[in-house]
């Protein structure tokens, strides 16, 4: 699961959640690849996620390094930006871990990169 | 970049391995080739809804339509499916491309639109037809695929319902256009049919999302 991914995650599946949003992220297994970048997508995409939930998981993987904190005025033409917004969006995976609901504390296990937000019957 | 042609794009697209264990229940059958090729080619040669945009493929399975739109220049592909055996398959055909920027989520299609609250550009589904006890599925598939994008949704759906669907995606705020009529085999769900499949004419439309 990658961050991008991540970054678009609720549980507001659950009936009893209203926001469940951002899912907490315990990781057990991080990779991290490489990944083509692409500069226009990478660019398209900013204005798009919350940029302070990226950060926030980041850094709780351990991989935020130098990523600002709010994105820069003109961040289509920074290059240097863009990559490092490549690198943690896209280069990063949780493969073994969970996904937790900030409000009802349940647990979505994540196992070879997938996310399983499937509920028992009770809980839709 | 040179644009791969159609016909080489459905070659690779034929080494797309078929699922283990098909559940007839599911629906579940990969893609054509040939038609993936022509559905994927489309969007990228005559809507611009390929090269660089972020693209959720609803009922992923093996991940044929998905692999297709990474191979002719997606940013991203997420891919949903409710089954993990489908998922499976789905990440060892991710891993026999070489391929990088697929993610997948095992979801049902009821709750996607909760579960992933993010809009993608461009959704693209074959969706499942639905069986004698869950029929239009396909229109829930559809519904919450336009929910998901922001510039369009490409799906395919019975040339029977025609008139339903593109009346549903006005009502559901878009402007439908019928891209293409296509024919193939749909394996058959019902048990007491004899035959092992049937052939069904299929519309591929583009729904575009209204600004």
């Known amino acids: 699961m990658k961050l991008l991914t991540h970054n678009m995650l609720t549980s507001k599946n659950m009936k009893t959640v209203t926001t469940g949003y951002p899912l907490i992220i315990q990781a057990r297994d991080v990779k991290v690849m490489e990944v083509e970048f692409r500069a226009e997508f990478i660019s398209r995409m900013i204005p798009k996620i919350d940029w302070e939930c990226l950060c926030r998981a980041a850094e709780d993987l351990g991989h935020l390094n130098d990523l600002p904190k709010s994105v820069p005025d003109n961040y289509e033409n920074d290059e240097d930006f863009l990559k490092k917004a490549h690198h943690v969006m896209l280069e990063v995976e949780v493969i073994n871990g969970d996904l937790i609901c900030p409000e009802s504390s349940r647990k979505f ?3 070879d990169g997938i996310p399983n937000m499937l509920l028992n019957e009770d809980e839709i | 970049m040179a644009r791969m042609k159609l016909k080489e794009l459905e070659s690779h697209l034929q080494e797309v391995d078929d699922f ?4 007839i229940l599911l629906e579940q059958y990969p893609t054509r080739p040939h038609i993936a090729a022509c559905m994927i080619h489309t969007m990228a040669s005559s809507f611009d809804d390929i090269e660089d ?9 093996c991940g044929m339509l998905s692999i297709g739109c990474v191979m002719l220049g997606a940013g991203n592909v997420l891919g949903v499916d409710i089954d993990q055996s489908a998922l499976d ?12 920027n697929i993610d997948l989520v095992n979801a049902s299609v009821d709750s996607v639109d909760r579960v992933v609250d ?7 589904m074959n969706p499942p037809f639905g069986t004698k006890h869950n029929k239009g599925l396909d ?18 759906h019975k040339t029977s319902t025609r008139d339903h669907v593109l009346k549903k995606g006005e009502a559901w705020g878009t402007k439908p256009q019928v891209l293409a009529e296509l024919r193939y085999d749909l394996p058959n769900t019902y048990k007491h049919h004899k035959k092992a499949s049937v052939d069904i004419q299929v519309d591929f439309i583009r729904f575009q999302i209204s600004s």
């Open chain 2, 139 to 156: 229109m829930v598939f559809l519904e919450k695929g336009i929910k998901l994008a922001t510039r369009a949704v490409y799906s395919l």
């Open chain 2, 53 to 61: 945009r972020s693209i959720l493929d609803l009922g992923c399975g």
């Open chain 1, 109 to 111: 296990p994540v196992t």
């Open chain 2, 118 to 124: 993010g809009k993608v550009d461009v959704v693209v």
């Open chain 2, 89 to 100: 398959t789905c990440q060892q055909n991710i891993e026999a491309f070489d391929i990088d």
């Open chain 2, 20 to 23: 283990d264990e098909p559940k």
